[in-house]
């Protein structure tokens, strides 16, 4: 039988590893959660020491993400020393890439995967001997170099003595050959380099193709299009750019407009936001609008949430914080996660009409195109205005004709004449 004393420190001793435990495992929760918002996966929590190696494996990308493809090691390799914090290795998976960081400094001991290898998530990736100084570490200044003395100035040496060769009387020149009997002349050799390059298609690039085969393969897909008269958005935006940037710190669009007008007319008619799951139609009383953006790895499609809710500047604020994103390859999984209902801007790269494709599992987008000045008629009268023509892709099979040019000719009045989003028209 045990004294009670003894209990009493048995149980203290059991108090103080559970506290631990909770620690750590609060500890793996902050780290876990700090993962998933930034769009740098850092794996500190996957590493692994023994012998003074530290171990970097594959770190988790997301919750449907099982393995990447390796791009290239950053302009690292055996032997190179690496800073806490440098970019190892970039993974490159179907949605994002992710840049696998130093967790510590040290010599970059082995590299266990290759450029174009698929790796797991949780696979080794590279060896570090941590405090270890290599070819890679900064070196020390080098003392400085004596000048060297000056030296004295000899005499110049003499001239050379110019020297006289006599030329060869000419030769009689030789006789012109008979001319040839005329023939066909042969056919040129064409001209400019005619070689072919072959590149491995990216991950994320076939992504893109297979789900747009996919949505081409499934959906019913039809398009019906509008003009749009620009006139008043653009004295809007005239009138009040300089007041809108000074108050929201940001810059006032066109985007914020369609985006707010999509949402307005998505709760006008929620069959364009609804979406068919097996035998079910799924209707949500949320608005969010993927927009589509180009970045160095190919076309994403980030996400901005509750647009309904949202006035321009929240609009003009969140694409804002999206491009910056974009055009640093930064885009994360949680950025591209969900999606209602999609706009697609192809006019800023000069587009003038097109049929935009549907982004599954959604069923419908709207497509902007490049606006040109036009005679239209105006009360009678031929005036030149500012049109752009819209474009809405929708999946026949929920969508019929008259809700989705309703759809579309909503979106169209309440971008002619702004004042309609704040009367709620």
């Known amino acids: 039988m045990r004294s009670v004393r003894q209990v009493a420190r048995i149980a203290r001793a059991s108090a103080a590893v559970l506290g631990e435990t909770s620690l750590l495992r609060t500890s793996l929760i902050a780290s876990s959660v700090a993962t998933h918002s930034s769009s740098i996966i850092r794996p500190s929590v996957r590493l692994f020491s023994s012998n003074g190696l530290t ?12 393995n990447g493809t390796i791009v290239g090691w950053q302009k690292k390799k055996k032997g ?9 290795v970039v993974i490159e998976t179907d949605k994002v890439s992710v840049d696998v960081r130093a967790p510590t400094a040290g010599i970059l001991e082995e590299t266990l995967a290759n450029q174009g290898d698929n790796v797991n998530v949780g696979a080794p990736l590279a060896k570090i001997k941590a405090g270890a100084k290599g070819s ?36 009689a020149p030789a006789p012109a050959p008979a001319p040839k009997p005329a023939a066909a002349s042969p056919p040129k050799a064409p001209t400019g380099s005619r070689t072919e390059n072959r590149v491995k298609m990216t991950r994320m690039r076939q992504r893109i193709s297979q789900r747009l085969k996919e949505s081409q393969n499934t959906a019913a897909m039809l398009t019906t299009f509008q003009e749009c008269d620009m006139t008043s958005i ?5 009138k009040y750019k ?17 985006l707010k007008a999509a949402a307005s007319s998505l709760t006008e008619m929620p069959i364009v936001n609804a979406v068919i799951d097996g035998g079910d139609i799924v209707y949500r009383d949320y608005v ?36 910056v994103k974009a055009r640093n390859d930064q885009i994360a999984i949680e ?44 009360n009678g009268k031929v005036e030149i205005r500012p049109i752009m023509y819209l474009a809405l892709t929708y999946d026949h099979r929920l ?18 004449d702004p004042r309609r989003l704040l009367l709620g028209l």
Do not use: C, W
Not at 234 to 238: I, N
Not at 399 to 416: M, Q
């Open 80 to 88: 190179d020393y690496v800073n806490v914090d440098d970019v190892l």
């Open 55 to 66: 171990t970097i494996n594959v770190p988790g990308m997301g919750d449907s993400i099982t």
């Open 335 to 378: 950025d591209m996660a969900g999606g209602t209902f999609t706009v697609s801007n192809g006019g800023v790269f000069g587009s003038l009409m097109g049929t935009p494709i549907i982004n599954p599992p959604q069923s419908a987008i709207l497509g902007m195109h490049a606006t040109k000045m036009r005679p239209v008629a105006i």
């Open 136 to 171: 890679g570490a900064p070196a020390p200044a080098p003392a400085p170099t004596p000048a060297p003395a000056a030296k004295t100035t000899s005499a110049p040496a003499p001239a050379p003595t110019p020297v006289t060769v006599s030329s060869p009387p000419p030769k």
């Open 399 to 416: 969508i019929d004709g008259r809700e989705a040019v309703t759809f579309l000719a909503s979106v169209r009045d309440k971008v002619e």
């Open 234 to 238: 653009f004295e809007t935006r005239e």
């Open 242 to 258: 300089d007041a809108f940037e000074k108050k929201h710190g940001v810059k006032l669009g066109f985007m914020s407009a369609f």
């Open 288 to 323: 969010d609008i993927s927009v589509a953006v180009a970045s160095p790895r190919g076309l994403v499609v980030p996400v901005v949430r509750n647009v309904e809710g949202m006035d321009f500047s929240d609009i003009e604020k969140t694409l804002a914080e999206l491009a």
